[in-house]
């Protein structure tokens, strides 16, 4: 059981970290002056045309400026097969696989018939009876 949900996190967790290293998105950042006005993933930002200044030096001229910020995930992923290895390399899989496969499998439940047998009263004893004695 334990084992089960210990593989499933893990196989899950090992997805996830390939999703993420192969996804590739930008930030888009749209200043007007010093300021910063909007910040957009995976979109374009708004520029400040909607945005009421008193301030004049932002419609005098133009000093808004666009800051396109991309990261790019990983486009092309290794896959390795058994028979791209060395023959040493394989032998060497093959040996750690058949070692460790049954290494950490539980050991049966022993099973004990008499458990639950409680012996007869003794009335006599035998071995004196019949005279048989253990050399």
């Known amino acids: 059981m334990i084992k089960q949900i210990?593989?499933?996190?893990?196989?899950?967790?090992?997805?996830?970290?390939?999703?993420?290293?192969?996804?590739?998105f930008k930030v888009e950042k749209h200043f007007c002056g010093d300021a910063l006005i909007d910040v957009a993933v995976f979109t374009g930002a708004e520029d400040c045309s909607g945005i009421n200044t008193n301030n004049t030096d932002y419609t005098k001229?133009?000093?808004?400026?666009?800051?396109?910020?991309?990261?790019?995930?990983?486009s092309e992923l290794l896959v390795k097969v058994f028979d791209d290895l060395d023959l040493e390399q394989q032998?060497?899989?093959?040996?750690?696989?058949?070692?460790?496969?049954?290494?950490?499998?539980?050991?049966?439940?022993?099973?004990?018939p008499h458990k639950d047998y409680s012996p007869p009263n003794l009335v006599t004893d035998r071995q004196i009876m019949d005279q048989v004695f253990l050399i």
């Open 6 to 24: 210990f593989h499933k996190i893990f196989s899950l967790s090992l997805a996830l970290i390939v999703l993420c290293s192969t996804v590739s």
């Open 61 to 74: 001229k133009s000093c808004c400026k666009n800051e396109i910020s991309v990261i790019e995930g990983q």
């Open 91 to 112: 032998i060497f899989v093959a040996s750690f696989t058949h070692s460790y496969s049954n290494l950490f499998k539980g050991l049966p439940q022993l099973v004990i």
